[in-house]
């Protein structure tokens, strides 16, 4: 019987996310040895901007796609972006809402996306927008009627029938929460999302009626390179899609688009950024392992634990490092390093222990040396704010109470990080 019982507790563990090798003890943690973000390949120091950007930048980048997201393509030549619906009063008139589809290959019985975009009605110039993606559809992002239901372009429906990754009409303003449209509207910011299943089911066989099928010569019977991409790779590069379209709005700053995302999605706008240069700002909200959070720190989730969870995320050679992060050839300080010298925020919540937040301010901190190679300062803090209490300059940095989520808070946070950096007046 008390066999019994263990194993349900080890199977009721598994269902809620755990694992029973987890650390949450920081007495465990043994010293950082972090690589060094300014020591060249050769062994030479960087000096200075000019030699990071030219020199540094691309070898870190190179081996964060080698080692852990994986190559992704460059923009397809035929993309086209189409506009679906218009209401010039939506929101009880405060904003336009567009629902726009990009077609990754212009072909409407091919791949393609769509797009949800609110701009406020209250000025005529170009202004600001926040872009992310979305875990149940456009329609679940907010309880405003009208928004339609797209079905999806692969075969087998959205989702490949996995129930958490399908958009349905029950999942109608399910996520409205997570995103406070009103309150990005009321303070002159655009907003744009997409539904992530749009580019791949979140599952381990997922690709195979994804994008990354869809763009391959040999579709889902595609073998991929150890260096391939993963999936919050084809996630990072419908992100670049979707600037791509909003290039095309006139009613959009496309020099002042701020990508956010949470959780896994946290961890794909970092990638975004890293990889597009053409977003201004990033966010990160509670993007924990294989997004802000040190790989190294053994607390919370571990390499080990998300490549046996999630082994579709990241490309194939980042499982060698399961157990194993003292060798990766890169952590995650040098991935925010990466978003130098744009500005760059993380937040974490005070009961999100699985994301580790103290490794996500470690993160931020150890990025600072980039940041001033660009005259630019970084969190302006040593120590770990306590919660509530916002830091930073061009790396923001705050913990709220409360658990995984995505909070009013935090977007008062990312308004008024986006709103001082693009010298908004609120």
């Known amino acids: 019987m008390k066999k019994l019982i263990a194993l349900s507790l080890l199977a009721a563990s598994a269902t809620l996310g755990q694992t029973p090798d987890v650390n949450y003890d920081e007495s465990k943690i043994g010293p950082l040895n972090l690589p060094d973000p300014l020591l060249l390949s050769n062994g030479r120091r960087v000096a200075d901007a000019r030699e990071w950007t030219t020199l540094r930048r691309p070898e870190i980048l190179r081996l964060f796609q080698t080692h852990v997201y994986g190559k992704s393509p460059a923009r397809p030549r035929g993309i086209k972006c189409t506009l679906l619906s218009e209401d010039k009063a939506a929101l009880d008139g405060k904003a336009t809402r567009k629902e726009i589809r990009i077609l990754f290959t212009g072909k409407k019985d091919g791949p393609f996306m769509d797009l949800l975009l609110y701009i406020p009605n209250q000025t005529r110039d170009k202004v600001p927008a926040f872009l992310g993606l979305n875990f149940q559809g456009n329609h679940a992002v907010t309880t405003e009627p009208g928004i339609r239901l797209s079905q999806a372009w692969f075969r087998g429906g959205r989702g490949d029938g996995v129930t958490n990754n399908r958009a349905t009409e029950a999942s109608r303003g399910a996520e409205a929460s997570r995103w406070a449209v009103r309150k990005i509207i009321d303070s002159g910011f655009a907003l744009a999302t997409a539904y992530y299943g749009d580019l791949e089911p979140d599952h381990p066989q997922g690709w195979k009626n994804g994008i990354r099928a869809a763009l391959s010569r040999d579709g889902a019977q595609t073998q991929f390179k150890p260096d391939d991409w993963g999936a919050i790779s084809a996630w990072a590069w419908g992100l670049s899609r979707a600037l791509d379209c909003l290039e095309k709005e006139k009613r959009i700053d496309a020099r002042k688009v701020a990508v956010m995302g949470h959780s896994r999605l946290g961890k794909t706008a970092l990638w975004a950024g890293a990889t597009d240069e053409r977003f201004a700002i990033i966010i990160s909200n509670d993007s924990g392992e294989g997004g802000a959070a040190l790989a190294r720190r053994n607390f919370g989730e571990t390499t080990a634990i998300i490549n046996r969870s999630f082994p579709h995320w990241f490309c194939d050679n980042f499982k060698q490092y399961a157990g194993k992060e003292n060798l990766l050839p890169v952590d995650q ?63 923001g940095y705050h913990i709220r109470t409360g658990k995984h989520d995505v909070t009013d808070y935090d977007w008062e946070q990312y308004i008024k990080f986006a709103a001082r950096h693009f010298r908004l007046s609120h």
Request: charge should be negative; hydrophobic fraction near 50%; proline fraction near 11%.
């Open 333 to 395: 300080h040098m991935l925010l390093a990466l978003m130098a010298p744009r500005p760059v925020y993380v937040a974490s919540a005070e009961e999100d222990k699985w994301a580790d937040p103290k490794g996500e301010f470690l993160a931020a901190k150890h990025a600072e040396p980039v940041y001033r190679l660009f005259a630019r300062a970084g969190l302006c803090v040593e120590d770990m704010p306590p919660v509530n209490t916002p830091v930073g300059d061009f790396i």
